[in-house]
């Protein structure tokens, strides 16, 4: 079975801190996502990443930065902590080509930023 | 609990009963389709896809059916349990360049099973 695990199910954070999430995926999955999730909007799209140290925008990367210096883990960095990024973060990993596009997700961070 | 199932609509059913949740995408250039579950404090759970050369596709208990014509797509869930409730997302996947794909996800249907 695919696992995709973040580093904290809940984090607190204050107003202009520099935070990081952790995503390890353990399928050697080429692809991996960055989405954040609030109620009404849905999953939107923050980064993703193709290939170790590559990277893609998404729909809303503003305010955001990811570092993939390894296949299996993907990182979500928040250079300024604000408030309007208090959410619930979720990384997800999918296989390359055309046979595989099924992303599996992580459980999920719960950022609050105060 | 999860604030993810505020402002979403939602699908009550009896124990037992069937359910049909549907969904509108909106890219007629989406080849691939997915239906994901999500239980409150988890991550979205992979359910059964689609391809756009097929009108319908059966798993255990649920089943997906395509119309290309109106861009949309339902999930049927026979004899819900109560175990079904969750939010369920439907969404569509796009080759987005060098060798990656792209999933745009639905806003969600919250599935409330009464025993």
């Known amino acids: 079975d695919v696992k995709v695990t973040q580093s904290s199910r809940y984090l607190v954070k204050r107003t202009g801190e520099k935070v990081f999430l952790e995503c390890v995926q353990d399928?050697?999955?080429?692809?991996m996502f960055w989405y954040r999730q609030d109620p009404g909007l849905g999953l939107r799209l923050i980064y993703f990443?193709?290939?170790?140290?590559?990277?893609e925008k998404g729909d809303i990367p503003e305010g955001y930065s990811v570092s993939r210096e390894k296949k299996e883990r993907f990182s979500l960095i928040l250079e300024s902590a604000s408030t309007n990024q208090t959410s619930m973060y979720l990384c997800a990993s999918s296989g390359g080509g055309t046979t595989l596009r099924e992303q599996y997700f992580g459980p999920g961070t719960r950022l609050t930023v105060t | 609990g999860e604030s993810v199932g505020l402002h979403l609509p939602t699908l009550s059913v009896q124990e037992g009963d069937n359910s049909i949740i549907n969904c509108a995408y909106s890219n007629s250039a989406s080849d691939y389709f997915i239906w994901y579950k999500q239980e409150s404090g988890k991550g979205p759970q992979f359910i059964i896809d689609?391809?756009?050369?097929?009108d319908k596709r059966q798993g255990q208990r649920v089943t997906v059916l395509l119309n290309k014509t109106v861009k949309h797509l339902s999930l049927q869930i026979a004899a819900t349990q109560p175990g079904d409730s969750a939010v369920y997302f439907c969404?569509?996947?796009?080759?987005?360049?060098?060798?990656?794909?792209?999933?745009?996800f639905g806003k969600g249907t919250k599935l409330s099973v009464i025993p």
């Open positions: 969404a569509e996947n796009m080759y987005s360049g060098a060798g990656s794909y792209q999933l745009t």
């Open positions: 990443s193709y290939d170790v140290k590559m990277k």
């Open positions: 399928m050697d999955h080429e692809n």
């Open positions: 689609i391809r756009s050369n097929m």
